[in-house]
C-alpha cells in the first residue's frame, strides 16, 4: 500500500512539471500560481454557491431582470498582451499536423508577415439629391377610398410592445461584448481602412448608386408625356405660298374664249394662318390668303388682277367628344402615369436602401464570425498545445488526432468568413456606386454601427395609421383606380353619335394690276362679310367598338378596386407582421445572450476540470470530447446572438418600410410633416437619410 501510495505522489508530480512546461510554452501563468477561476453562477443559485457569486475586482455587474449577471473577461474586450494571445488578429491557417506558430498581430495568411497600421480615411458626408425627398411625400388625396380601413384600424385595441421581465438584455451602455469595440477598429487585411455606417452608405448610395440615379430619371421623362398632352392645345401658325406658270394647249372656248392657240396662265397663292384646338373640343382656324393671277384668257377681269380673302372657320362637338374632361384625358392620364412612376421608384429605392442596410449587417456580420472563430481557434491551439505537450505523460493518440481534427476544421471556418468579410464589401461598393470605394477594392472597410439592444415600443395600430397614409404601394393602386375611372368617363362620352356646328366667315378683296396689297385694304371696305352654319352628324351602325370600349374600361375599374382591396390588406399585413417580427426578434436575441452566458459557464467549469483532472486516462479524452464541443457550442451561441442582433436591426428597417416612411427626409424638408405621423424607432436605421422618428 506505501508503495502504491509513493508511486501515485511520484506521477502527480512529474505531471505537474510537466503541465507546468506546457502552460510555459503557450504563454500562460503556471497553474501552480493561478488560481482555478470559479464557475459563474445567476443570483437564483446565490444560496447554494455564495462562493462563485462574488464580484472579484476588474469584473462588472449589474441587473437583468430577477437574474444577477457578472460580466466576465471573456464578454469584455480582451486586454492586449505582450505574446499577441488575446490579440485579434488571423490565426495560422496552416497544416492541422504543425505545431501551432505565436500568432502575430496584423497578419493576414500563413506566412505571418507584419502589416503596418492601416490608414484610417474619413469619406466626406455625401448629400442626398432633392428628387429623394420629393419622393417622401405622404398620401394626400385618397378621395375618402381609405377611410373605411381607417375606422377599422382604430378599433384595434393598443398593443405597445413592451419588454417581458424574464427575457431582457442589457442596454450598450451596461454591457459590452468581447468584440463589439474591437470590431470597429480594422482587422488588418488591407493597409487602407474607412470607418463606415449604416447613414453614411444610405447617403451614398442615393447620391453615387447607378441605379438609383437611373430611377430618380423616370419620373422626369414621365413629367414630358405631361407636357406634351398639353401642348395638343397650343395655338400652331402656318405659311404657305405657290407660284403656278401653266402653258397648255387649248380644246375649247371656254378656257380662253377662242379655238385656237395655247391657255397661259401665271397664278400665285399664299396663305398665312393660325389654328387651335380647344380644351371645350372644338376647332378654331384663322387664315390670311392672298395672291394675283394673270393670263391670256378673256374672262379673267380684271386681268392681271390680285385676290385676297380672310377666313374664320370654328367647329364644335355638341356630343361625342364635348367637354373638357373628355379632350383633356391624355393630360389626366399622363398626370396619373407621373404618380404611378414616382410611387414605383420610391418602392424601388426603399428596396435598394434596404439592400444597402442588409450589406452593411452582413458586413458587420461577417467580421463578427471572423473574430469569434479567431477566437475559437486561439482555444483549440492552446489545447492541441497542451495536449501535444502531455503526449509522453498521459496523453493517448486518440487525444492528439482528436484535437488535430478539430484544429483544421476550425482553421478551415476562418478561412471561409474571411472570405465572406470580402464578399460583403464588394456588395457594398457595388450597392453605393462611391468613387470613394470603388477606386480601391483593398480597402477595408469597419463598421462603427451596432445593432440596437433594447425594445422600442410601438403600436400595430399607430403603424397601421402610419402605413395607410405613407405606402407608395396603396397610391400606385388609387392613381389606378383614378386612371380606370377617368378613361370610364371618357368612354361613356365615346358611345354617344357625332355631333357638330360647323361656323364659317370671310371677307374678299379684288384689285387690279396684280396690286395684292390693295385686295388686301378693300376686303375691310367693299361689300358686306360672307358666312355659313351648319351641323354634321355621324353614328356607326350598331356602335360596338364604342360600347365593347366602355365594357372593357369597366371590367378593369373593377380590377382595379379589388387590386386597392388587395394592396390594403397587404399593407395591414406587413405591418401586423413586421411589428411582431420586432417583438419576436427582441425575444429571440435576448434568449441568444442567455445561452451565450450558459455556454461561457459551461467552457469554464471543463476548461478547469480538464487543467486539475487527477482521473485515469479514459476520463481525460471524454473531457477534451467536452471541452471541444463546449467550445463549438459557446462558438456557436456568440454567432447566434450576432445573428440575433442583425435580424432584429433589420426587423426595424422592414417595419419602417411597411409604414412607408423609409424615405422619410430629415433636415428641414421634414419639418412640415405632422407630429402624429411619427414613430419612435431606432436612429441607427438610416441616420440622417431617413427621418428619426420624433
Sequence with gaps: MRKRRGRSLRRGRRWLAVAFGAFQMVGATPMAAQPP??????????????????????????????????????????????????????????????EPTPVTPGAKDATFVPLETPDTVLPPTPEVPGDVFSLATPITDNHGWLDPYRGRVLEIETDVTKTPDSQSIPSSDEVHLWWQDALKQPLGMSPRAIPVDVSWLTRTALQSSPLVQSLLTQPKID???????????????????????????????????????RYRDETF???????????????????????????????????????TRLELNYSQPLLKNHGRAVNEISIVLASIDVRLTRGEVRQALEKHLVSVTRAYWDLYQARCEWMQRSRLLRRTEKLHSIVVARQHVDTITRQRLRSEAALAERRTGLSRAEASIGDAQAKLRMLTGSEIL????????????????????????????????????????????????????????????????????YVAGLDSRRDTWGAFLNQFS????????????????????????????????CRALEEFRQATESVLADVDIATRETKTSYQEMSARYQSILAARREVDYLQQRYERLVEPQQSAIVLIEDLLDAQQRLFNAEKDFVDAQVAYAMSWVELRRSMGVLLRAASSQTDDVDAS???????MMFGDVVEPAQ
Design 37 to 98: 477561476r470559479p464557475i459563474r453562477l445567476p443570483a437564483s443559485d446565490a444560496g447554494t454557491s455564495t462562493a462563485h457569486s462574488r464580484v472579484r475586482p476588474g469584473q462588472k455587474s449589474f441587473d437583468l431582470a430577477s437574474v444577477r449577471i457578472q460580466v466576465t473577461d471573456d464578454f469584455a474586450l480582451p486586454p492586449e498582451s505582450s505574446d499577441g494571445a488575446d490579440a485579434v488578429h488571423p490565426p495560422s491557417l496552416g497544416s492541422a499536423q504543425a
Design 223 to 261: 413629367q414630358t408625356a405631361v407636357v406634351i398632352a398639353d401642348a395638343e392645345f397650343d395655338a400652331a401658325v402656318y405659311l404657305e405660298g405657290k407660284f403656278v406658270d401653266t402653258d397648255e394647249p387649248v380644246g375649247d372656248t371656254l378656257t380662253t374664249g377662242r379655238a385656237f392657240g
Design 269 to 307: 397663292s399664299a396663305d398665312v394662318g393660325m389654328n387651335r384646338q380647344l380644351r371645350g373640343g372644338g376647332t378654331l382656324e384663322a387664315v390670311q390668303r392672298g395672291g394675283f393671277q394673270q393670263n391670256n384668257s378673256d374672262f379673267l377681269v380684271p386681268n392681271p388682277q390680285g385676290t
Design 438 to 505: 470603388q477606386h480601391d477594392v483593398h480597402v477595408e472597410l469597419t463598421p462603427q454601427e451596432v445593432p440596437p439592444a433594447v425594445l422600442i415600443p410601438i403600436a400595430t395600430r399607430d403603424a397601421a395609421v402610419m402605413a395607410l397614409d405613407n405606402r407608395p404601394d396603396l397610391d400606385v393602386a388609387m392613381q389606378r383606380i383614378r386612371s380606370a375611372s377617368a378613361k370610364i368617363g371618357v368612354a361613356k362620352n365615346q358611345v354617344l353619335p357625332r355631333l357638330d356646328l360647323l361656323l364659317t366667315g
Design 526 to 557: 367693299d361689300g358686306a362679310p360672307t358666312y355659313a352654319a351648319g351641323l354634321r352628324w355621324e353614328l356607326p351602325v350598331g356602335n360596338r367598338a364604342a360600347r365593347a370600349r366602355l365594357t372593357r374600361n369597366r371590367w378593369e375599374y
Design 677 to 683: 405621423q411619427q414613430v419612435d424607432a431606432p436612429e
